[in-house]
C-alpha cells in the first residue's frame, strides 16, 4: 500500500504565506515525478506545480515567482512554498505522485487534498 499524506494547509489572509508538505509512504520501488494540483470551487483541477527526481520543475505561468516547488528524495516528501498569496489561491491542493510500488509498474497517486483558504 502506497499513501501520499499532505499537510500545511489552513487560513491566511492575503499577503501572506504557506508551506505545504507531502509524505509519500509504503512499498515504494521508485519515485518518478511529484507534484501539487489545486482544484478551486466550481473549477477543474489544475498543476500547481512539478518537479522531477532530479530536481527539474514547472510551474503553471500565474504561480511562477510566487510558488516554490521544492523535493526531499531522502525522505519522499515534496514540498510547495506559497508566497504572496492571494484570494485567487483558495483551493483544495492536492499532492500527486508518479511511482512505482511493489508492482513494479508506475502509475499515478493522489493524497486526500489540503484546504488553502486566502482571505482577503
Known amino acids: 500500500q502506497v499513501q501520499l499524506v499532505e499537510s500545511g494547509g489552513g487560513l491566511v489572509q492575503a499577503g501572506g504565506s504557506l508551506r505545504l508538505s507531502c509524505a509519500a509512504s509504503?512499498?515504494?520501488?521508485?519515485?518518478?515525478?511529484m507534484g501539487w494540483y489545486r482544484q478551486g470551487p466550481g473549477k477543474q483541477r489544475e498543476l500547481v506545480a512539478a518537479?522531477?527526481?532530479?530536481?527539474?520543475?514547472r510551474y503553471s505561468d500565474s504561480r511562477k515567482g510566487r510558488f516554490t516547488i521544492s523535493r526531499d528524495n531522502a525522505k519522499n516528501t515534496v514540498y510547495l512554498q506559497m508566497n504572496s498569496l492571494k484570494p485567487e489561491d483558495t483551493a483544495v491542493y492536492y499532492c500527486?505522485?508518479?511511482?512505482?510500488?511493489?508492482?513494479?509498474?508506475?502509475?499515478?497517486?493522489w493524497g486526500q487534498g489540503t484546504q488553502v483558504t486566502v482571505s482577503s
Open positions: 500527486n505522485a508518479r511511482l512505482a510500488g511493489s508492482s513494479g509498474y508506475f502509475r499515478d497517486y
Open positions: 518537479i522531477t527526481s532530479v530536481g527539474t520543475t
Open positions: 509504503g512499498s515504494i520501488v521508485s519515485i518518478n515525478a
